[in-house]
């Protein structure tokens, strides 16, 4: 897939359509959904009390900031002076042919998000140095119950430091823009995720063989909630590597998929009354 343009000023503009879009559709109906329609109607909230209107137009806000800056650092990647550059290549089937191009082109996504996950982990770990973290990350941990809207509720700064990720990628994995856009749609959807505030991972995942290596719900949630250790993106191998795991993690996880897991019992406490649900827009 080629780009639609060559302007630099229109292909930001492109991209930030793009972005806000995503976002738009992804974070939006998230927390649409979990937010408004299903207020107050789940026991798989990770902290019973929501936040303030202030707290979900803040996120909104600097989510939408992030967007610009995104947008206006990506188009500078593609442009035609540096596209030469990257390993970018037209179409799938000039990474290896119609079999092998294919083949390759879903081995570039994964490429892309392992290294991004290590990238990511030790960026976090770096923008939480006490000499950092109140300056540019502490605006993004405001958020102490986050929401789907701070998923990209970053400083300017943070922003840049969280963009500089796809010219690692653009500069070593061979790839194709349909490659970046999957890669991209998947960051955000597990990003979103991390930032809900409700957990929909079954009860004993975290034990899982497999699913002590995901990053969950809870465990993004419980970074924000003490603002230290998670420090993962996709996984927890970094953190279960160099010791970060949060070392209430797996006490909190079953905690909140035993109260889901046993809902509809007498097991709980009914969640209309176990869950605080003050109007969704209040101060």
Not at 90 to 118: F, K, N, R
Not at 186 to 194: I, K, V
């Amino acid at each position: 897939m080629t780009l639609p343009t060559d302007n630099y000023a229109l292909m930001g503009i492109i991209v930030l359509t793009l972005l806000v879009a995503r976002y738009t559709a992804i974070s939006g109906t998230l927390f649409v959904w979990w937010y408004a329609l299903k207020r107050g109607n789940s026991s798989r909230k990770i902290q019973m009390k929501y936040p303030t209107t202030k707290d979900y137009r803040r996120e909104a806000g600097y989510s939408l900031l992030t967007m610009l800056v995104y947008a206006t650092f990506i188009a500078l990647v593609y442009i035609p002076q540096v596209r030469p550059y990257t390993r970018m290549y037209d179409s799938i089937s000039d990474m290896g042919g119609p079999v092998w191009g294919w083949l390759y082109w879903v081995l570039s996504i994964v490429l892309m998000l392992l290294l991004h996950d290590l990238y990511f982990y030790w960026m976090h770990r770096a923008v939480h140095h006490k000499k950092i973290y109140p300056f540019v990350h502490k605006v993004h941990h405001l958020s102490h119950n986050p929401t789907p809207l701070a998923a990209f509720a970053f400083h300017p700064l943070e922003a840049f430091t969280e963009f500089l990720i796809l010219p690692i990628v653009a500069f070593i994995i061979p790839h194709t823009t349909s490659a970046i856009a999957v890669w991209m749609f998947f960051m955000s959807l597990s990003n979103a995720y991390g930032h809900l505030g409700f957990e929909f991972y079954p009860k004993g995942f975290n034990n899982h063989p497999i699913g002590r290596w995901i990053n969950t719900s809870v465990s993004h949630n419980m970074h924000h909630q003490f603002a230290q250790q998670n420090y993962g993106l996709y996984t927890l191998i970094w953190d279960r590597l160099f010791g970060t795991v949060h070392s209430k993690y797996d006490e909190t996880y079953n905690e909140v998929t035993s109260r889901y897991h046993s809902e509809g019992t007498n097991a709980v406490t009914p969640v209309s009354t176990a869950i605080s649900t003050p109007p969704l827009f209040h101060q």
